[in-house]
């Protein structure tokens, strides 16, 4: 497990990290490994988190995600969550690989305690990919759903001052 990148993520998390999964950080990637150049610039979510106590779904690309929530973090705008229970496993049908090294990539720019009373969920777009497999695809399907136990709910998100939530979501 890459423990020093998941202790930043979880600091990062703030009060919200008993929330956080992120199975991908158990697989081994050396520090400074390369993310795949075309990942997109990270998204500004500077208005979405205006007003104060928002909480932001971000449901698009995880490697999209991860770097967004690297820059919200870095300036303080926001806690963020990595909710990405993708399966490690280096034959699966989402690939693990780029995900773990862009997590640790990213590590390094959030931030620990900030004084915020925002939060950024980040959720893995990709999960419940279509796909068409003929019955000689051998790849582990980490492909995955998630469950009303993997966020909090509207009480718990009250009950932390949350009073705005906006979803962000790749449109296709």
């Keep these: 497990m890459n423990v020093p990148a998941w202790a930043r ?3 990062a998390a703030g009060p919200w990290r008993g929330w956080a999964i992120c199975p991908a950080l158990t697989m081994p990637v050396t520090p400074g490994t390369t993310v795949p150049a075309t990942t997109p610039a990270a998204l500004d979510l500077t208005e979405v988190l205006q007003p104060a106590n928002t909480a932001v779904l971000l449901d698009i690309h995880p490697l999209l995600g991860i770097r967004t929530a690297a820059e919200v973090s870095r300036q303080g705008m926001a806690y963020v969550v990595l909710v990405l229970p993708r399966w490690p496993h280096t034959g699966a049908v989402l690939p693990v690989f780029d995900l773990a090294a862009a997590l640790v990539d990213a590590s390094r720019y959030v931030r620990g ?3 915020t009373t925002n939060v950024v969920f980040v959720l893995d777009g990709e999960r419940q990919q279509r796909l068409r ?3 000689a695809d051998a790849r582990v399907d980490n492909r995955y759903a998630l469950t009303s136990g993997d966020l909090p ?6 009950r932390a001052g949350i009073t705005r939530l906006v979803k962000v979501a790749s449109t296709g």
């Design 153 to 158: 709910n509207l009480a718990v998100l009250r």
């Design 133 to 135: 497999r003929p019955k």
């Design 9 to 11: 993520w979880q600091t």
């Design 113 to 115: 305690e900030v004084p």
